[in-house]
């Protein structure tokens, strides 16, 4: 991957689960050390992160990824391969 690449954090715990606070980062270490501080203050350790390439979206796609993140893992996690048969 070229060019420049924001390193985003969302918590699972705060504010709206539709309107999640996407938090870019200049590093993978700068985000795991907000990441950490916020789990220490706040006891949430939930998140999605994603590594996202400039130009493939601002803030307003982060809802839609987090959405098709949960309904893929949602489907993985009900299927036959899992062995949970629901």
């Known amino acids: ?3 420049k690449v924001f ?5 699972r715990l705060c504010g709206d689960p539709g309107k999640p606070l996407p938090m870019p980062f200049g590093s993978p270490a ?8 916020h ?3 706040t006891g949430h350790g939930r ?5 996202q390439p400039a130009g493939s979206g601002g803030p307003e796609v ?5 959405r098709e993140h949960d309904q893929v893992v949602a ?10 048969q629901r």
Do not use: H, N, Q
């Open 39 to 41: 789990t220490a203050a």
């Open 1 to 3: 991957m070229s060019g």
């Open 47 to 51: 998140w999605f992160v994603l590594d």
């Open 62 to 66: 982060i809802p839609d990824l987090i």
């Open 75 to 84: 489907a993985w996690r009900s299927g036959p391969e899992t062995g949970d």
């Open 30 to 37: 700068e985000r795991g050390k907000w990441a950490a501080a």
């Open 7 to 11: 390193y985003v954090l969302a918590c």
